[in-house]
């Protein structure tokens, strides 16, 4: 177990529709990337927080959008949800200053239909 | 071409045998490699990082990076079936903040 939870862990929506995943950040973490993973592929860099604020981004369009909480934790938020979004969406908290090690939540299966 | 490259196998050894997986990265700037296991369904389990050149062993594991070749390896000693899983390595370019940038992969199967 790393510490980092993610929810919910499956989630179906149906095109057009809007997301929201959650993330809460491993004790000591201050920083929260999140990542999308589709099928057979290695995760691919959407966007990183520090401090409340987005810090780099990923090649994604701007539906997907993101903020930290004062308590590290993030959201993930994807608006007009097109069905090439299905993947699982990990968040990965890390804390800046460090080695970086970046732990990952248990992911969120997103499906589009 | 991309960042992180790997052979996405399958790999397949047998009970008890050294598994090397390899992987190259295409940017000089990138600071620190990281192996992440990954089981089908599941999310990626850190196995260890290395930022010096060499080799540095965690157990069974042994990472090699060679700066120069731009080549990054994990070696598994005495491979367990259930070591089976995908193999991730990752680059992290930037500063402490930096994002990591992963391959597609490596399947291992290990049979007994």
């Known amino acids: 177990e790393t510490g980092v939870t993610q929810s919910p862990t499956h989630l179906i929506k149906t095109r057009g529709q809007q997301v929201t995943l959650r993330c809460s950040s491993q004790?000591?973490?201050?920083?929260v990337s999140w990542y999308q993973q589709a099928l057979g592929q290695g995760p691919q860099f959407i966007f990183q927080?520090?401090?409340?604020?987005?810090?780099g981004r990923g090649n994604f369009p701007p539906r997907f959008s993101g903020l930290q909480f004062p308590n590290y934790s993030s959201e993930l938020n994807v608006n007009a949800l097109e069905l090439d979004d299905s993947a699982l969406y990990l968040c990965?908290?890390?804390?800046?200053?460090?080695?970086?090690?970046?732990?990952f939540g248990q992911g969120t299966r997103l499906t589009v239909v | 071409q991309k960042e992180v490259e790997q052979n996405s196998g399958p790999l397949s050894v047998p009970e008890g045998a050294i598994a090397s997986l390899n992987c190259t990265y295409s940017?000089?700037?990138?600071?620190?490699f990281f192996w992440y296991r990954q089981y089908s369904g599941k999310s990626p389990e850190l196995i260890m990082f290395?930022?010096?050149?060499g080799d540095k062993e965690d157990g069974r594991f042994t990472a090699q990076l060679n700066k120069a070749s731009q080549y990054v390896s994990l070696l598994i000693r005495d491979s367990q079936p259930s070591d089976s899983a995908t193999y991730l390595c990752?680059?992290?370019?930037?500063?402490?903040?930096?994002?990591?940038?992963f391959g597609r992969g490596t399947q291992l199967t290990v049979w007994p």
């Open positions: 990752a680059a992290l370019r930037g500063s402490t903040l930096g994002r990591l940038y």
């Open positions: 004790s000591g973490h201050n920083t």
């Open positions: 940017d000089r700037g990138s600071q620190s």
């Open positions: 927080y520090y401090r409340e604020e987005e810090n």
């Open positions: 290395i930022y010096s050149n």
């Open positions: 990965a908290s890390s804390f800046a200053g460090g080695l970086t090690e970046a732990f």
